[in-house]
């Protein structure tokens, strides 16, 4: 299984960018980089994902390295809503047609503040 | 997005009850759920993976007869903490996979906080 990186921590100006690193460097070719967020005592949300292309949606863009074995999450513009946890996972794939789990880690707790 | 529901959203019991967990995909059928359990300050661990029709998928160190799983339908996964104690107080969390695999997505619910007394 790919692990990820993340600082467990991070901070960001409300309306500035948040720039959320992940380093996956043991990732293998057919694996996809899925990012999730998860706002205190709620589910986790579906951001995005990619495989080699960056990517972009109304929530965020995902930069992935040419290597791929990092990957940036970017909030544009970032607000007191986005406040989160935020975890960066590698899609483990299984043997037995039971469809892909995800490995939750530590994720990133990212403070917006005013 | 997809849209995954959970029920009840909070529910408190007495030792040794059971309670039961419904997970609905809500717009999309799903052949595979999964069941996380989380506690506080701490990552979603993975529980088991619910399949449509067959049996479910336990990961190590999780009890089958203590957490039944029951994936009736296309759109329904049930867990059942049978038993319950207060060591089984936790979020447990749903999700359901909407997709063809290779460019599938997982969507969870907004989770079951659970208080055993």
């Known amino acids: 299984d790919a692990k990820t990186t993340q600082p467990p921590s991070m901070d960001c100006a409300e309306g500035r960018a948040a720039n959320l690193p992940c380093n996956h460097s043991?990732?293998?070719?057919?694996?996809?980089v899925y990012w999730y967020r998860q706002i205190h005592s709620q589910g986790p949300q579906y951001i995005i994902h990619?495989?080699?292309n960056n990517e972009t949606n109304e929530m965020a863009s995902l930069i992935i390295t040419e290597d791929r074995k990092s990957s940036t999450l970017i909030l544009p513009h970032a607000t007191l809503r986005d406040t989160a946890v935020y975890y960066c996972?590698?899609?483990?794939?299984?043997?037995?047609?039971?469809?892909?789990?995800?490995?939750f880690g530590g994720g990133t707790r990212l403070m917006v503040k005013p | 997005g997809a849209v995954v529901s959970q029920h009840p959203s909070r529910v408190i019991c007495k030792s040794g009850t059971s309670v039961k967990i419904e997970c609905r995909s809500l717009?999309?059928?799903?052949?595979?759920m999964f069941w996380y359990r989380q506690f506080p300050k701490q990552s979603l661990m993975l529980m088991a993976t619910?399949?449509?029709?067959?049996?479910?998928?336990?990961e190590q160190g999780v009890e089958k007869d203590k957490f039944l799983i029951n994936h009736a339908s296309l759109t329904l996964s049930t867990l059942t903490v049978t038993s319950a104690h207060p060591e089984d107080s936790s979020f447990y969390i749903c999700?359901?996979?909407?997709?063809?695999?290779?460019?599938?997505?997982?969507?969870f619910g907004p989770g079951t906080r659970l208080l055993v007394l």
């Open positions: 619910s399949n449509e029709g067959s049996k479910a998928t336990y």
């Open positions: 990619g495989l080699k």
């Open positions: 996972i590698v899609r483990v794939v299984r043997n037995n047609n039971a469809g892909n789990m995800l490995t």
């Open positions: 043991t990732i293998s070719g057919n694996e996809y």
């Open positions: 717009d999309f059928q799903a052949t595979t």
């Open positions: 999700s359901a996979i909407k997709g063809n695999r290779g460019v599938e997505t997982q969507y």
